[in-house]
């Protein structure tokens, strides 16, 4: 999975560090509305490959009640907020999510380039 997040190819730029904001040229999208929803955009861009659904349930959503909906419900957020900036990103199928961030510009990630370490 690409992490270098080629400015020339990003189309949205992520702040991770701070308040998380999503920016399209230059004006921030309306972020998404629950915690769980941005807890699960911070882990897809930080994680960085492919992650199980199952994972992703196990880690944000420990009620019994539906996980699986929840979790849909926070991807179906999440890719109409990228796809409003342009990037359609986001994909999987019935059992993995992965999150492509060559059409993103992560924050974390061009810092740690500019470091010289990306495993900092």
Known sequence: MNTDCQPSKAVLHVQTLGDLQILANGESLPMLPSRKSRALLGYLLLGGEVQRRERLCELLWDSPRDPRGALRWSLSKLRT????????????????????????????YRIRAQVGDPDA
């Open 81 to 108: 907020l990228l796809e409003q900036g342009g990037a359609d990103c986001l994909s999987g199928d019935r059992e993995r999510v992965v999150l492509d961030l060559s059409a993103l510009q992560v924050d974390l």
